[in-house]
Every structure is written in C-alpha cells, then in structure tokens.
Nanobody
Framework: QVHLEESGGGLVQTGGSLRLSCVGS????????MGWYRQAQGKQRELVAA???????NYADSVKGRFIISGDKAKNTAFLQMDSLKPEDTAVYYC??????????????WGKGTLVTVSS
C-alpha cells in the first residue's frame, strides 16, 4: 500500500506564510507527479499547484506569484510554500500523487488533508 501524509497546516493571519509538506510512504517505485488541491467549505476541490518528475510546475491563477511548489524525488516528498496568504485561501489542502507502485502499476493516491485557516 501507498500512503501520502500532509503536514504544516494551521492558523495564520492575512499576509502570513505557511509551508505544507507531503511525504509518500509504502511500496513506491517512482512518483510521476505530485499536486496540491484544496477544498473550501461548500466548494468543489480545486487544483492549487502541481509538479512533474522533471520539475515542470503549474499553478492556479489565484495563487500565482504567492505559492511555490517544489519536490524531492529521492524522498518522495512535495512542498507548498504559501506566502501572502488571504482569507480566501482558507481550505483543507490535499496532496495527490500519480505514481508507480512496487509492482510497477500506475496508481493515483490522495492524502487525508491538512487544514489551512487564514484569519482577516
């Protein structure tokens, strides 16, 4: 089995920063891409940022210039540096990965999420 575990969420004031981490564990052969999604109360889950194995990144327009995604392939880890946070960034943030497991089977895995709350 493969698991993703997020950490780094919390309460921060408007304009503040947080750094989220996502670590993959279990039977992982290789991770092709990792992404951060968020779901605010009453809204659909949306992509925030993603990074591929070769380092290509993409961001939601709402976070461009404020958030940076990075990864460490050797440690099956992804990070999301969030600066200049706004109340509208308040949501549960989920890590997602497209990967090949120990049997070389392609799978998609979600973490359980970490709550980010930005106070005004």
């Amino acid at each position: 089995q493969v698991h993703l575990e997020e950490s780094g969420g919390g309460l921060v004031q408007t304009g503040g920063s947080l750094r989220l981490s996502c670590v993959g564990s279990g039977s992982i052969f290789a991770i092709a891409a990792m992404g951060w999604y968020r779901q605010a109360q009453g809204k659909q889950r949306e992509l925030v940022a993603a990074i591929t194995r070769d380092g290509t990144t993409n961001y939601a327009d709402s976070v461009k210039g404020r958030f940076i995604i990075s990864g460490d392939k050797a440690k099956n880890t992804a990070f999301l540096q969030m600066d200049s946070l706004k109340p509208e960034d308040t949501a549960v943030y989920y890590c997602n990965a497209d990967l090949f497991d120990g049997d070389y089977k392609p799978i998609n895995v979600w973490g359980k999420g970490t709550l980010v709350t930005v106070s005004s």
